[in-house]
């Protein structure tokens, strides 16, 4: 009886410290990086889609890219979604996105010189704001 009760003692005591490295494990954020790294194309300096996915993992913090690129992936259907319902989207410090309507208007061929009626249309409207402009330009 005493072997069972011992084993059963062994049993609990793993299981707690199992439980309790998983929560450490998954909890742990590495040191956040705020400078963007250099694109790899540096003749266009375009950024791939994994280069965007590294550098939102180091600015968070995540320990994992798959966290970031989950978050990426979710940023984007709210943006869409939003926008799809007429809403304005203030993206702080950055810009204001939101759907406007163009009014129809007559354009000009300019292969050959023909007018046409061009329709009016939705399009996304990026309004910067005034801390982004300051920052960059």
Known sequence: ??????????????????????????????????????????????????????????FTGMPKRSKAKELSSDIAAFLVDSLKRGYKIPLFGICKLQVRTSKARMGRNPQTGATIQIPA???????????LKEAVL
């Open 1 to 58: 009886m005493a072997k069972k009760s011992k084993s059963a003692m062994k049993k609990k005591t793993s299981s707690s410290t199992k439980a309790s490295k998983s929560t450490s494990s998954s909890m742990t954020e590495l040191p956040k990086v705020r400078q963007a790294s250099k694109p790899r194309n540096t003749g266009t300096w375009t950024y791939t889609q994994s280069e965007v996915i590294e550098n939102l993992r180091a």
């Open 121 to 131: 249309r939705k399009r996304v409207r990026f309004t910067a704001t005034k801390a």
